[in-house]
């Protein structure tokens, strides 16, 4: 049962982590065109970095808590528990850093609106 349990945490995580990935490099391209318009060699540069970034956090996380406090799973029941435990908190990481993304990018882009209307800031 327990290598079953690791089997399908492995699977489940890495599967959504990776979509979650191409989706988020997919449509972050979109944003970051529209901040970079005059370089877009740049903004894919930098939407492949933050995807590599993205990647590397979430598969040390789901390594890192590959761990089982006690006994672990002895049945399909507490087999299930266990994924739906580290699935979900993998899930809440993978949510707060596409928000944390998305709020640095906005802030991102509103700095650079405001030096390209006024120039002398610095």
């Known amino acids: 049962m327990l290598g079953t349990t690791y089997l399908a945490y492995i699977g489940v995580s890495l599967g959504i982590?990776?979509?979650?990935g191409r989706t988020l490099n997919r449509n972050g391209r979109?944003?970051?065109l529209e901040n970079?318009?005059?370089k877009p060699q740049l903004a894919d540069a930098i939407n492949q970095m933050l995807l590599v970034g993205?990647?590397?956090i979430n598969i040390g996380y789901i390594a890192y808590t590959m761990?089982?406090?006690g006994t672990g799973p002895t049945n399909w029941a507490q087999g299930l528990e266990f994924l739906s435990t580290k699935i979900g908190a993998m899930a809440?990481?993978?949510g707060v850093m596409h928000f944390g993304l998305?709020?640095?990018?906005?802030?991102?882009?509103?700095m650079a609106k405001t030096q390209a209307k006024n120039p002398l800031m610095t």
Do not use: N
Request: glycine share 0%; net charge positive.
């Open 67 to 69: 761990r089982i406090e």
């Open 92 to 94: 809440i990481v993978l």
């Open 54 to 56: 993205f990647y590397l």
């Open 30 to 32: 979109i944003f970051l």
């Open 17 to 20: 982590t990776f979509w979650v």
């Open 36 to 38: 970079y318009k005059d």
């Open 102 to 110: 998305m709020f640095a990018l906005q802030k991102y882009a509103q």
